[in-house]
């Protein structure tokens, strides 16, 4: 085997804490848009039942 040198080139950064607020807000608009695709697509598809 031979050694070769790595080279980790741009901005890294090794910890969530610093994203998380960016992580929490994605996730929620991801769970908000599939619970109003889930309501409004079924009622598009199979008729408004009201």
Known sequence: ???TDLEIVG???PAIIH???VVVD???ALT???CLMDTYGRNYFMGDKK
Do not use: I
């Open 1 to 3: 085997m031979e050694d």
């Open 11 to 13: 901005r890294h950064d």
């Open 19 to 21: 994203r998380a607020r």
């Open 26 to 28: 994605s996730m929620v």
């Open 32 to 34: 908000l848009v599939d």
